[in-house]
């Protein structure tokens, strides 16, 4: 096997972390071939490799909104104008980042229309027509689609002129249940993220300075990203009846009077796969956890001679027919290049598990396996190979939540007062937990003293019992995407 020098830029070394995350960072998603510039400012191509880990991510999520009684539904990407302006607060919270349609082919149209930044308009006024009584509610729809916020400032992934998401919208007959319906979604999301990302996330309220436009409560998941900035991996919105009343969407109750529903929207985006490379990358690329994974385990076969590689083939046949059915499997037996290549190859692109077989492994009848998370090796008889390799990606799955887990830990520290919340972040990164009476003031002092935001308030406080003498819930802050 061979290779040209053309080839080596591609596993050549990254930029290290500590030098420069954010080059590090960028590095990874264009050498692992996860997504590339587009020729349209802002805007990103998705490749296949990074378009996979996009649907692995969907399908189990997807698999999680339906099981609570959600329908998928589509919504047009072209919204009236007059109806995103029906809603003052929301129009004003998005009218920098709109995109105009304003001709159709030659002709200048008689109403200007926007590029989908979020569907509230358009479906509450679908809803205006659907919901009458009632015998109606809850109305339980999402919609997996892309949208458009011109951003002035962008990064794949994380922050892009178009990007694709899923976007769930809710109507109830009462308060309560629309109440529960966010905190339901919102640990739909929590879950998704510690169980299929390995992705460990603080579920909590925001402040009313970071909640969505038009929203009586936003509550959101927060991570913390590898070099100390945290990033909010999704959103759950209580709309109350703001959206009800501007479109008209009533039902008749049960003692036939006219009531307005009560509104939810939520949703994650394709910002979820920078917070996967972000919080378990390392110096050599990705580490992508097993369960969304492109491909979960390849296998690198070896040889020297015509011999080796004859006998090496035939038993790849018995590896794959061995594991086709329960992993993802990639055989690569290109000869252009060499195994150590290869190896370098599958480390950048965060291939969880790898499978060496050359001659003296065919020899004892085993596979050889290296884990991408910490590299540990272990000879597989074939015969006990689908069951030891199943075991071996839910170990990777979860060493990669608890070491998320013990980083969180060991970057988050504890403040009383303004001054001390200073003094960290002149010093470090990571969540600040401080008590907090809900004073905005004392939330932009924090932002203009340090640039950190309160992240969220979580719901969870049991952590922070008895570590301030203050009675007030405790909030997170820290520096974010």
Partial sequence: MSETQDDKSFVEDLTDQSDDFARWYNEVVRKAQLADYAPVRGCMVIRPYGFGLWENMQRLLDARIRATGHQNAYFPVLIPESLLKLEAEHVEGFAPQVAW???????????????????????????????ESYRDLPVLLNQWCNVMRWEKVTRLFLRTTE????????????AEDCQAEVLRMLDVYRSFAETDLALPVHAGRKSDAEKFAGAEMTYSIEALMRDGKALQAGTSHNLGQHFAKVFDITFQDEQGRRQHVHQTSWGVSTRLIGAVIMAHGDDQGLRLPPRVAP????????????????????F???VKGAL???????????????????????????????????????AKGTVMSVRRDNRAKESIPLESLAPRVTTLLDEVQAAL????????????????????????????????????DGSPEFEAQVRERTGAT????????????GRFRAAHPVALFARAY
Wanted: hydrophobic content about 40%; charged content about 30%; glycine content about 6%.
């Fill in 101 to 131: 349609v304003t001709h159709g082919g030659n002709d200048k149209l008689e109403e200007r229309l926007a590029i989908r930044p979020t569907s509230e308009a358009i479906i509450c006024r679908m809803y205006s027509r659907w919901i």
């Fill in 163 to 174: 990007f694709l998401w899923q976007e769930g919208h809710t109507a109830h007959a009462t």
């Fill in 295 to 314: 491909i979960q385990a390849v296998v690198v076969p070896i040889w020297r001679t015509p011999e080796d590689r004859a006998t090496v083939r035939a």
């Fill in 316 to 318: 790849l046949e018995r």
């Fill in 324 to 362: 086709t059915e329960r992993v993802r499997l990639h055989v690569d037996d290109r000869e252009q290049y060499t195994p150590g290549w290869k190896y370098n190859e599958y480390e950048l692109r965060g291939v969880p598990l790898r499978l060496e077989v050359g001659p003296k492994d065919v």
């Fill in 401 to 436: 939540l608890e070491s998320a887990r013990a980083f969180r830990a060991e970057n988050t520290a504890f403040a009383s007062t303004l001054e001390e919340i200073e003094a960290h972040f002149g010093e470090r990164r990571g969540f600040v937990a401080a008590p907090w």
């Fill in 454 to 465: 309160m992240r969220c308030v979580p719901l969870d406080q049991a952590p922070y019992a």
